[in-house]
């Protein structure tokens, strides 16, 4: 009996030196990326997007655009402030809508993770973002794998409470590129209206970005139209 158990000791230590051995190496291997570190410093530097509605006409506003910017962070002196119990860094932001080249800015407030620099919630006039639930994030993930990364909820003036959830994905290009995608999918709740919002980051294994897009579409609700939209322009 005695045998037996240390025979299974023995195997035991085996088997986690080669599973030790294994996760020590998984970034030497091809089509393996390192998600976490690139979704954690993607805002510190700050962030740009210009995006223009295909047909926008269709809803009254033609000529439609959407210029989102989010400023970058001293890392060394950031603004901490206190976020529903937590401390987190303030980040200011602007979305601009522009319509028949008339621009009509919201300024709004981004609240990151004082550890991680993950998104913990957003905040403007008109709603309130927030972030209940941070899924943890692999160090290195393989291409065609996909994973939770938040899910929270939205509140406007009337207080009712929509939903918002985001996935990471992996996709292969070669085998020294792939891109790396943050779905997001958000349910307004007066109006009802959806928005699928695409980012994806070419990326090499090294953790550079080399090119980012944004893809997405807004399904109104109460004409049960479905607006697509795609950056037509990066700063």
């Not at 005695?2 to 599973?19: D, M, R």
């Not at 300024?107 to 550890?115: A, C, E, S």
């Not at 927030?130 to 994030?137: A, C, E, N, R, S």
């Not at 996709?171 to 997001?184: E, G, M, V, W």
Request: hydrophobic share 35%.
């Amino acid at each position: 009996m005695k045998k037996l158990t240390l025979a299974g000791i023995i195997l035991s230590l085996l088997t986690a030196c080669a599973t030790s051995s294994k996760l020590n190496n998984t970034k030497n291997k091809k089509n393996v990326y390192p998600v976490r570190n690139i979704i954690e410093n993607l805002y510190i530097n700050g962030w740009k997007s210009h995006v223009k509605f295909e047909n926008s006409s269709e809803l009254g506003q033609p000529n439609l655009e959407m210029l989102y910017s989010i400023d970058a962070y001293d890392k060394h002196n950031p603004n901490i402030v206190d976020y529903y119990g937590k401390k987190a860094i303030k980040v200011n932001a602007t979305d601009t809508i522009i319509t028949n080249g008339e621009s009509s800015p919201l300024n709004m407030l981004h609240f990151y993770d004082i550890n991680s620099h993950r998104l913990l919630g957003v905040k403007c006039e008109i709603f309130n973002t927030k972030f209940d639930k941070l899924y943890p994030l692999p160090n290195y993930a393989h291409t065609n794998q996909v994973g939770l990364l938040n899910e929270g909820t939205i509140k406007d003036s009337s207080k009712e409470e929509g939903k918002i959830k985001e996935i990471w994905s992996l996709k292969k290009i070669n085998d020294q590129l792939a891109n790396l995608c943050i779905i997001s999918d958000k349910k307004f709740p007066i109006t009802k209206n959806i928005q699928h919002w695409q980012e994806c980051y070419t990326i090499d294994q090294k953790g550079k970005i080399l090119s980012q897009h944004e893809t997405g579409s807004l399904f109104i609700a109460k004409t049960g139209q479905t607006n697509k939209f795609a950056t037509i322009n990066k700063d």
